[in-house]
């Protein structure tokens, strides 16, 4: 089974275009640390996950792809969040362990291959978990997830607009409020996403959001569990959905009671296209795009 590390963050110097394309090969090993986690981490299993996307996906596919893979590397890389808080592990990660992965989502296409210019950028392999290339996708299928329930994940991901634009807020970590907006902005437009997420912003600076919509806490029980089997089986997962950790989904009451308030916010928020008239050719216009996050 493959070790797990961290890398250090001077190693950063070495991600060059050339490295970012994939022609030159920096040895890494002087900033490579040792990372005990105190449990099992089957990377070979997250190897499977990543190999799998490449072959069922092409580069243009890359919603899709973030769709499928998403909750499997989250079942598949089982860490607590304290433990996914670590910006080494995901340098590591997406420098040593994955950057082939990185290069197929966010490299050129073979057309530019040989550009310096279009390589992937340096903070898809050691970035912000909004950015990095795999610590995006495993935070939003936290995130996301309702209890052991993966489906929200799939729901957000097929419209990139709502996790880009919830992730990086503190409402994403209220779990009602979360389940709802996947629920409200369900085959909506990236414009009415962008529209919710400043007007759920605005509001949650005068709301108490956890008084509005109280939730279930997570169990640390469940996520001990989780995180201490080490019997992962991905490719018993490649044709459907997995299960996550044993936690509570979402209250249900929170949930309803923040769906209705979000499907007020967004009535009342102004629509970037949206004609007074409620015009719905104006309202199709889509702006998600699988590379803004």
Same mark, same amino acid.
């Given at each position: 089974?493959?070790?797990?590390?961290?890398?250090?963050?001077?190693?950063?110097?070495?991600?060059?275009? %050339?490295?970012?394309?994939?022609? !030159?090969?920096?040895?890494?090993?002087?900033?490579?640390?040792?990372?005990?986690?105190?449990?099992?981490?089957?990377?070979?299993?997250?190897?499977?996950?990543?190999?799998?996307?490449?072959?069922?996906?092409?580069?243009?596919?890359?919603?899709?792809? &973030? #769709?499928?893979?998403?909750?499997?590397?989250?079942?598949?890389? @089982?860490?607590?969040?304290?433990?996914?808080?670590?910006?080494?592990?995901?340098?590591?990660? %997406? #420098?040593?362990?994955?950057?082939?992965?990185? @290069?197929? @989502?966010?490299?050129?296409?073979?057309?530019?291959? $040989?550009?310096? $210019?279009?390589?992937?950028?340096?903070?898809?392999?050691? %970035?912000?978990?909004?950015?990095?290339?795999?610590?995006?996708?495993?935070?939003?299928?936290?995130?996301?997830?309702?209890?052991?329930?993966?489906? +929200?994940? =799939?729901?957000?991901?097929?419209?990139?607009?709502? +996790?880009?634009?919830?992730?990086?807020? &503190?409402?994403?970590?209220?779990?009602?409020?979360?389940?709802?907006?996947?629920?409200?902005? &369900?085959?909506?437009?990236?414009?009415?996403?962008?529209?919710? =997420?400043? =007007?759920?912003?605005?509001?949650?600076?005068?709301? #108490?959001?956890?008084?509005?919509? +109280?939730?279930?806490?997570?169990?640390? !029980? =469940?996520?001990?569990?989780?995180?201490? &089997?080490?019997?992962?089986?991905?490719?018993?997962?490649?044709? $459907?959905?997995?299960?996550?950790? !044993?936690?509570?989904?979402?209250? $249900?009451?929170?949930?309803?009671?923040?769906?209705?308030?979000?499907?007020?916010?967004?009535?009342?928020?102004?629509?970037?296209?949206?004609?007074?008239?409620?015009?719905?050719? !104006?309202?199709? #216009?889509?702006?998600?795009?699988?590379?803004?996050?």
């Amino acid at each position: 089974m493959t070790a797990v590390k961290t890398l250090d963050h001077n190693a950063s110097r070495l991600l060059t275009p %050339g490295f970012r394309l994939g022609t !030159e090969s920096p040895a890494f090993d002087d900033y490579e640390l040792t990372f005990d986690l105190g449990h099992p981490l089957d990377l070979d299993a997250v190897r499977a996950c990543l190999d799998e996307t490449m072959r069922r996906f092409t580069r243009e596919q890359g919603t899709d792809a &973030d #769709v499928w893979l998403a909750p499997r590397l989250h079942h598949a890389l @089982r860490l607590t969040r304290r433990e996914a808080a670590h910006r080494g592990l995901w340098r590591w990660l %997406g #420098v040593v362990f994955a950057s082939d992965y990185v @290069r197929w @989502r966010w490299g050129p296409s073979e057309e530019s291959s $040989e550009d310096p $210019e279009a390589a992937a950028r340096t903070d898809r392999f050691d %970035g912000p978990d909004y950015k990095h290339a795999l610590a995006r996708l495993w935070w939003m299928a936290e995130l996301f997830r309702n209890g052991p329930d993966y489906t +929200p994940v =799939a729901t957000a991901l097929a419209n990139q607009d709502i +996790p880009n634009n919830l992730f990086r807020m &503190d409402v994403a970590h209220h779990r009602p409020t979360v389940q709802a907006a996947v629920a409200v902005l &369900d085959g909506r437009t990236g414009r009415e996403a962008n529209a919710l =997420a400043k =007007a759920v912003n605005s509001a949650a600076t005068t709301l #108490v959001i956890d008084t509005i919509g +109280p939730d279930n806490p997570l169990d640390p !029980e =469940a996520g001990l569990a989780w995180v201490s &089997d080490p019997d992962i089986d991905p490719g018993r997962y490649f044709d $459907e959905m997995p299960s996550g950790p !044993e936690d509570p989904p979402a209250a $249900e009451a929170a949930v309803t009671t923040m769906v209705d308030l979000l499907e007020d916010l967004l009535a009342e928020a102004p629509v970037r296209g949206r004609s007074t008239e409620d015009d719905p050719d !104006e309202d199709s #216009v889509e702006l998600g795009s699988e590379t803004s996050a």
